[in-house]
């Protein structure tokens, strides 16, 4: 990905480099957009930016999801939202739930669904995926617990006893 | 090994049902290893880790008679050019740098490619309107796989693919279908617009834009979160039954209306190319279609269904190149073409 972003030129001007990547989606198809910080500047609607704070800036302005967010990356892989949201492409399946409240409005817009309705996979090497699953969130919740993040520490505890619910639910067929 | 390729049919092109129409039928599901980050985190060590423990799980799960292993990272350019000329694989499954592979049986019903966007996509091909057979199929291999394999998977958000759009069910059902009439008549814009009411895609195969190179669209779903997988069946495949009946009955129009002048078409784009001594890929397309047409409605009754669908993948580059042995300049290729084209047509 990183490759077709060095050396695109801004598709306003097609004359600057082009230094902000977004994805938006039309129709359910991705649709990157590439400008210049000029042509970005002078999109309408949009707060100015300032080289101490362009990062901010831009994360503002896309969208009111990735405000909310900031820089909140994943403890697992390392990636931004941010990050996330130019590639279109998450770093881990971790992902899905450190991401899930924006995720929720960009499930929507491209599935109009946030929740899956389908197949569960059944089979001897799943359950191990769930322990795994379980592992991870333990971890996450000790991280929250000696940062004193304790809403969010209640909030992983709360994911445990989901997965060991819905866990059991599945054992029961 | 692969070479060998050229001179078999995957089994869908033999044709099948509505397929005066319906080329193919395919549906794919994506998926990803539990406990490994996604291929755009991933070490290079996490990547070979990932191959390996998908290549154990596939070689041990006795999927298929003859099923062929090939590791793409190892592979000559040009044969993974005919892997993605035969449909087996995508073209950024074909240029990516990292451990990957494709494993495909005999028939070429059934693909997986390992390492493409996703750790593992299973694909099934079938010839004609198939998607009940070919979820069948599908369903069945991800069922065994599935036996060893541990997939990412969360009650809320299902099967955790690298990019959301897939995530969900993680399946897409696409068929590829042959609409000259429709596109005689400039309805594929109908088309188009009917499919993305009910969340679907349609595209060219080849070229750009609405303007497809010999007739030839795919028709998918876009959604997969929300839906069962019979949902998405049943979605795509009633659009293409609809779009059989309209392209169906253009052609109808067409032989009632206009009978003199098509026959007078397809004749012509018979002859020529049965007697050019250089062909294009464009040009190629173009004129097969039109035979193709004549074939699907009983006007060249001398020419099989099955014969076009062998030029429509011999008379591609990659195909043609593996024929001779050699790469080929554009000219040559063009030469060759025209000469496969007779061998078969003439």
């Given at each position: 990905?990183s490759?077709?972003q ?13 230094t902000?990547?977004?994805?938006e ?21 949009l707060p100015?930016l300032?080289s101490?704070?362009?990062?901010e ?19 697992e892989?390392g990636?931004?939202?941010?990050e996330f ?9 971790e992902?899905?739930e ?18 899956h ?22 971890r996450?919740?000790e991280?929250?617990?000696s940062r ?9 505890r709360d994911?445990i006893?989901?997965l ?5 639910r599945g054992?029961?067929? | ?5 050229k001179?078999?049919v ?14 193919s ?6 998926r990803?290893?539990?406990?490994f ?5 991933a ?9 390996e423990l ?5 070689l041990s ?14 592979l ?6 005919l892997l993605?000329?035969?449909?087996l694989?995508?073209?950024d499954?074909a ?15 059934l ?5 493409e966007e ?12 198939r998607?009940?057979?070919a ?23 299902g099967?955790?693919?690298?990019c959301?759009?897939?995530?969900g ?5 696409s ?8 596109a005689m008549?400039?309805?594929?814009e109908?088309?188009?617009t ?7 895609t ?7 834009g ?6 030839l669209?795919q028709?998918s ?13 049943q979605?795509?495949?009633g659009?293409v ?9 253009e ?9 003199g ?6 004749d ?6 049965v ?6 890929s ?14 699907e ?17 011999l ?6 190149q593996?024929?001779?042995?050699r790469?080929?300049?554009a000219?040559q290729?063009?030469e060759?073409r ?7 047509l003439?």
């Amino acid at each position: 990905m990183s490759e077709e972003q060095e050396e695109r030129m801004c598709q306003e001007c097609g004359q600057r480099e082009a230094t902000i990547h977004l994805t938006e989606f039309v129709d359910g198809q991705p649709v990157p957009s590439h400008l210049c910080e000029q042509c970005y500047s002078e999109k309408p609607g949009l707060p100015p930016l300032s080289s101490a704070k362009v990062l901010e800036q831009i994360v503002g302005a896309i969208a009111p999801e990735l405000q909310k967010l900031g820089g909140k990356q994943c403890p697992e892989c390392g990636i931004s939202y941010l990050e996330f949201r130019q590639g279109l492409r998450f770093g881990c399946p971790e992902d899905y739930e450190v991401f899930s409240e924006p995720l929720d409005d960009l499930l929507k817009r491209l599935h109009g669904s946030n929740r899956h309705t389908g197949k569960v996979p059944q089979g001897a090497a799943q359950q191990g995926s769930t322990s795994l699953r379980l592992a991870m969130l333990g971890r996450e919740m000790e991280r929250a617990v000696s940062r004193e993040d304790f809403e969010a520490a209640a909030r992983v505890r709360d994911e445990i006893k989901k997965l060991e619910r819905d866990d059991a639910r599945g054992a029961q067929g | 090994m692969l070479e060998g390729l050229k001179d078999k049919v995957g089994e869908w092109l033999r044709g099948g049902p509505d397929g005066d129409v319906v080329v193919s039928s395919r549906v794919r599901l994506a998926r990803n290893i539990a406990a490994f980050p996604f291929l755009s985190k991933a070490s290079r060590q996490q990547v070979a880790r990932v191959e390996e423990l998908v290549r154990n799980a596939v070689l041990s799960c006795n999927l298929c008679a003859d099923l062929t292993y090939c590791r793409l990272d190892q592979l000559d350019p040009l044969l993974r050019q005919l892997l993605v000329e035969r449909h087996l694989i995508g073209r950024d499954h074909a240029t990516s740098d990292w451990v990957r592979a494709v494993a495909f049986c005999a028939d070429e019903r059934l693909c997986l490619m390992v390492n493409e966007e996703d750790h593992l996509r299973i694909q099934v091909l079938c010839g004609g309107l198939r998607f009940e057979d070919a979820w069948r199929e599908v369903n069945e291999v991800d069922d065994v796989l599935a036996q060893v394999l541990p997939f990412a998977f969360s009650a809320r958000f299902g099967y955790l693919t690298a990019c959301p759009t897939n995530v969900g069910t993680g399946m897409r059902a696409s068929a590829m279908l042959h609409l000259p009439a429709l596109a005689m008549a400039r309805e594929i814009e109908k088309v188009i617009t009917m499919a993305h009411a009910r969340q679907l895609t349609v595209r060219g195969l080849y070229g750009e834009g609405t303007h497809a190179s010999g007739d030839l669209y795919q028709v998918s779903n876009h959604v997969s979160l929300g839906v069962t997988e019979q949902e998405v069946l049943q979605q795509v495949s009633g659009a293409v039954s609809e779009i059989v009946s309209l392209e169906r009955a253009e052609r109808q129009r067409l032989c009632d209306q206009h009978s003199g002048e098509l026959k007078g078409r397809i004749d012509l784009a018979l002859d020529l190319l049965v007697g050019a001594t250089a062909v294009s890929s464009e040009e190629a397309l173009h004129l097969l279609s039109q035979v193709r047409m004549g074939v699907e409605i009983n006007l060249t009754p001398q020419v099989r269904l099955e014969t076009l669908n062998k030029l429509l993948l011999l008379t591609l580059p990659a195909h043609l190149q593996t024929m001779e042995g050699r790469r080929l300049e554009a000219v040559q290729r063009n030469e060759l073409r025209a000469v496969c084209i007779r061998e078969r047509l003439g």
